[in-house]
């Protein structure tokens, strides 16, 4: 009995180990008055974020570690809606599907870590990045 309890316990802390892990790459965008960036970063590596101005002007940020940050140049500021696009690592392993994407000669391994994609948009106005106020209908 002792053999069984043991097991469902460990049985239990994996599987719990194994949600965290899934948690864990939830990046939450954050932003000040010119820049944004983006917190929870825990777990995920070789971030890309493509960030698509108004006017459609295209930037690209690349971090190896830690979170990338797009800043507004105060000479090329507009005013409206900007879009992104961010993608990472984790470090979920997954079954590589295409073969170029195994490594090469002694790293080669069959797997590639789990990408990690999501997009979103924040709003600059009158030069800087804000946080926009919801707008709620009222009966009348």
Not at 28 to 38: C, D, E, I, L, R
Not at 82 to 103: F, I, M
């Amino acid at each position: 009995m002792t053999t069984y309890l043991q097991n469902f316990i460990l049985g239990a802390v994996l599987s719990l180990g194994t949600t965290v892990a899934a948690w864990a790459a939830e990046p939450v965008q954050q932003h000040n008055s010119n820049a944004v960036w983006f917190e929870n970063w825990t777990g995920l590596s070789n971030a890309s974020l493509t960030v698509v101005a108004p006017n459609g002007k295209i930037t690209k940020i690349f971090a190896e570690s830690g979170t990338p940050v797009f800043q507004l140049q105060s000479d090329e500021v507009q005013d409206g809606v900007y879009r992104y696009e961010l993608s990472a690592a984790t470090e979920e392993e997954v079954e590589s599907v295409n073969k170029v994407d195994n490594g090469r000669g002694d790293k080669a391994s069959g797997t590639t870590r789990k990408p990690f994609y999501t997009t979103g948009r924040f709003i600059v106005s009158r030069g800087v990045i804000i946080t926009p106020e919801e707008i709620k209908e009222e009966d009348g």
